[in-house]
């Protein structure tokens, strides 16, 4: 898929210079009309497409149970939101992945526009584990649930046998996997622990685990706004670390393998928070 070809050099220097000015107290170049644009143009815009895009995406559920059409409709809404957030996407690492196999793809999580990110820039169909909290939203839970999509508990994987059963089914015919292993969005763009059952389901189906990394993300739009901080961004793809042979018992390595291989990609050119 044809991506944008910004150098990671001036990514770094502009995350860089973003923490010197939050240090300094010099002024970010997001100031009040980046707000205004924000919150006049780029907001509604993303709410037209999405009211345009949902119930014609849910509508196609009765049709299509497997998900396969949403996926399309979501993967235009995505096309949509990106063109006109005017944020370039650079993707490191995925031409090295056979595309072909299903995988479970650990992604960090910083920002609500992560998914448009990743349903733009994987060029195939993929289904994305949910926690379940999101259920009880109109609109989304049920467009989650109709998709297709995994909801599982991942403190207690167990406790979710159906959407297990059906996931570990979906993964060894072929249908790859996008987890969130920190089990929801940072809120000061550092990687957290991952949740206990993140890897749960890759060492059920025995399909390899591939680490990514979504940087600037957290910039663009953390928490708790609705400003988008229009920039260049990076999804760095690492190489896939095999669940082959392994059992349940070895999830807690596994989980530590992947969160190293995740942090050395992110903090790759940024600093690393010190250990409490």
């Known amino acids: 898929m ?10 770094a220097e502009r995350q ?14 997001h100031g009040w009309l980046s707000a205004l644009r924000s919150y006049l143009i780029l907001d509604p815009l993303i709410w037209v497409y999405t009211i345009a895009l949902g119930p014609l995406s849910l509508l196609s559920s009765f049709i299509d149970r497997g998900g396969r059409i949403q996926h399309g409709f979501a993967r235009l809404w995505s096309r949509l939101i990106m063109m006109t957030i005017q944020s370039p996407v650079k993707v490191d690492g995925l031409d ?60 207690n994987p167990t406790s979710s046998v159906g959407s297990i059963k059906s996931a570990v089914k979906s993964l060894r015919s072929g249908m790859p996997l996008v987890i969130f292993p920190e089990g929801g969005r940072t809120p000061d763009g550092d990687i957290k622990p991952f949740m206990p059952g993140a890897f749960f389901l890759a060492i059920r189906a025995q399909v390899d685990i591939v680490p990514v990394a979504l940087v600037g993300t957290f910039e663009l739009l953390p928490m708790n706004t609705y400003h988008i901080k229009c920039q260049p961004l990076e999804m760095r793809v690492g190489e896939p670390i095999p669940t082959a042979g392994l059992t349940l018992r070895d999830m807690e390595k596994v989980s530590a393998q992947v969160h190293d291989a995740i942090e050395a990609m992110y903090y790759r050119d940024r600093p690393k928070p010190s250990a409490a």
Not at 16 to 29: L, Y
């Open 96 to 155: 090295r992945i056979d595309t072909t196999k299903a995988h479970v793809y650990a992604v960090t999580h910083a920002s609500a526009l992560d998914i448009p990110i990743l349903y733009v820039n994987l060029p195939f169909q993929f289904r994305i584990v949910f926690k379940s909290e999101l259920l009880s939203y109109p609109f989304v839970g049920w467009h989650l649930t109709r998709s297709g999509q995994v909801c599982i508990n991942q403190q």
């Open 16 to 29: 860089i210079g973003a923490v010197r000015a939050m240090a300094t107290g010099a002024p970010s170049k």
């Open 2 to 11: 044809e991506t944008s070809q910004i150098e990671t050099r001036p990514i």
